[in-house]
């Protein structure tokens, strides 16, 4: 299992078709998102199941806070870190991620309907464990702790299944 930090949008109100420059009218808040992902089933061959390796049960740990939008007036200039038994392994920007929080709103809206309560993990910085080398993955022992500037800090140990 990989570790992933991200920040997370939570709508707040029905939308579809949203235009980017009203995206923030569509936002109730933020939180902290750890998006575990089963590598092995992600990169089997032939192609994968991306999506599978990432909807275990326990693999998309939330919180500790849900933080109201007009708490955050520029989510787009916050630190994010990721601790992997206190050593850190991700250390970014949220300036850094590729789509701006709007953009992603306004094209997933494209998509879908955007429902309230519906929750857009925003995508992880660099310093993934599959990615290093060598490769680093979560063992039972493991404490993840992932904080964002303004939304606090969200600490999962990690526990082998029963």
């Known amino acids: 299992m990989d570790y992933e930090a991200e920040l997370v949008v939570i709508i707040g109100k029905r939308g579809r078709y949203i235009p980017e420059s009203q995206s923030w009218d569509y936002i109730a808040g933020y939180t902290i998102g750890h998006d575990v992902s089963a590598r092995d089933w992600q990169l089997r061959k032939p192609g994968g199941q991306w999506l599978a390796g990432k909807t275990f049960d326990t693999f998309a740990p939330l919180g500790p806070v849900l933080v109201t939008a007009d708490e955050v007036p520029n989510p787009h200039d916050l630190h994010i870190e990721l601790r992997l038994s206190g050593q850190v392994m991700q250390r970014s920007n949220t300036s850094q ?5 709007d953009k992603l709103v306004s094209y997933i809206s ?20 599959f990615a290093r080398k060598p490769p680093v993955f979560l063992k039972p022992g493991d404490v993840v702790e ?9 600490r999962n140990p990690v526990v082998a299944e029963d």
Do not use: A, K, R, W
């Open 146 to 154: 992932i904080e964002i500037e303004q939304l606090g800090i969200l």
């Open 97 to 101: 991620m590729i789509f701006t929080v």
């Open 110 to 129: 494209q998509v879908v309907t955007l429902e309230p309560g519906d929750l857009i993990f925003t995508g992880t910085p660099s310093g993934v464990g």
